[in-house]
């Protein structure tokens, strides 16, 4: 009975695949309520185990009700109804109002059978790389949002290759694992050109730009757009000597930039989209109402998360790249 599979180069603990390969095998149907499982001593002895670590996947089963045992017999499923209870490790690197959405949006998906667990690595790549580390094994899938950080895959590598997921970053390196991802180069690129007319109207393009935690995909973008279009423009990573000037239009990544911009703007007595434009990347119910709306580009982040949780009820080891739009409002 070939219902325990094992890798042999697996970071993943024997024990515990060997509970995933039974948890998988009632999931599709391959074990039935009632069905006899395979003895310890098979387990053991086929995959050159310990008799403890058999004991441990199942004692592990057992405490959850997924199996029984009768005495003298063995061990048998005890129910196909039960909802297997599966813990997903997510990895973000903030926590912010889309991102809020994104993964309630993945909560809300996923059913309550399903237990999650989050963290944050806040781009710096020692926590990362601790996150993962300190929890290889411990969940049936994992989320990771790697962002911009580097070599990334050298922790990930030590998780289950076919329980791994990325979220909304993908790296050359990742290009192997299943993602949910944004194309930001693209999506820059093609929000900007649909509001073109609108962009003629002023001198000259900025784009607020942190390379520590923001996509160069971001940056790309716009310097190819800017370059198609030959517009003026430039990128900066701070304000703080800047005063807006008749004629610029920002294009800014972070809220607290938002405000900032808009503050300064009120200060040089400018109008907004009249005198100076704004176009903020990532939309929330708040660009919704300041200053009478302000004009963004932005993912759908709901439907991020929700087809994220698509992706692991089904075991989808695909590529989605999530859709982006602008939406325009008062502030061009």
């Given amino acids: 009975?070939?219902?325990?599979?094992?890798?042999?180069?697996?970071?993943?603990?024997?024990?515990?695949?060997?509970?995933?390969?039974?948890?998988?095998?009632?999931?599709?149907?391959?074990?039935?309520?009632?069905?006899?499982?395979?003895?310890?001593?098979?387990?053991?002895?086929?995959?050159?185990?310990?008799?403890?670590?058999?004991?441990?996947?199942?004692?592990?089963?057992?405490?959850?009700?997924?199996?029984?045992?009768?005495?003298?017999?063995?061990?048998?499923?005890?129910?196909?109804?039960?909802?297997?209870?599966?813990?997903?490790?997510?990895?973000?690197?903030?926590?912010?109002?889309?991102?809020?959405?994104?993964?309630?949006?993945?909560?809300?998906?996923?059913?309550?059978?399903?237990?999650?667990?989050?963290?944050?690595?806040?781009?710096?790549?020692?926590?990362?790389?601790?996150?993962?580390?300190?929890?290889?094994?411990?969940?049936?899938s994992y989320v990771i949002m790697p962002a911009n950080l580097k070599k990334t895959q050298d922790s990930i590598k030590n998780l289950p290759n076919d329980k791994v997921f990325i979220l909304d970053q993908i790296h050359e390196d990742l290009n192997e694992y299943p993602a949910v991802y944004q194309n930001f180069e693209k999506d820059i690129f093609t929000g900007l050109e649909s509001v073109l007319e609108k962009l003629l109207h002023y001198k000259n393009l900025i784009l607020l730009y942190n390379d520590d935690k923001q996509p160069k995909g971001i940056l790309d973008g716009f310097l190819s757009f800017c370059k198609q279009y030959n517009l003026q423009h430039e990128f900066l990573d701070s304000l703080n000597d800047r005063k807006p000037k008749n004629g610029e239009i920002f294009i800014i990544l972070d809220d607290k930039n938002l405000i900032r911009v808009i503050k300064k703007i009120k200060e040089e007595q400018l109008i907004l989209a009249k005198d100076v434009g704004i176009i903020s990347v990532n939309d929330t119910i708040l660009k919704e109402v300041v200053e009478n709306g302000i004009t963004t580009i932005s993912t759908d982040f709901n439907l991020m998360g929700k087809k994220l949780a698509q992706m692991i009820l089904n075991d989808e080891k695909i590529k989605v790249e999530n859709p982006s739009r602008l939406i325009l409002r008062k502030s061009l």
């Fill in 1 to 140: 009975m070939g219902i325990v599979k094992l890798k042999k180069e697996s970071k993943t603990p024997k024990y515990r695949q060997i509970i995933a390969s039974i948890e998988n095998a009632i999931v599709k149907g391959e074990l039935q309520k009632g069905d006899k499982l395979p003895s310890l001593n098979v387990i053991k002895n086929k995959h050159s185990l310990s008799r403890d670590t058999v004991l441990t996947a199942f004692n592990d089963l057992k405490n959850r009700g997924i199996i029984n045992s009768v005495v003298g017999k063995g061990y048998y499923v005890s129910s196909v109804d039960v909802k297997l209870k599966q813990k997903i490790f997510v990895l973000f690197d903030e926590l912010n109002s889309f991102k809020e959405d994104l993964y309630n949006a993945f909560l809300t998906n996923l059913g309550s059978h399903i237990e999650v667990e989050i963290y944050f690595h806040h781009f710096n790549i020692n926590i990362f790389n601790k996150l993962i580390n300190d929890n290889v094994g411990n969940y049936s």
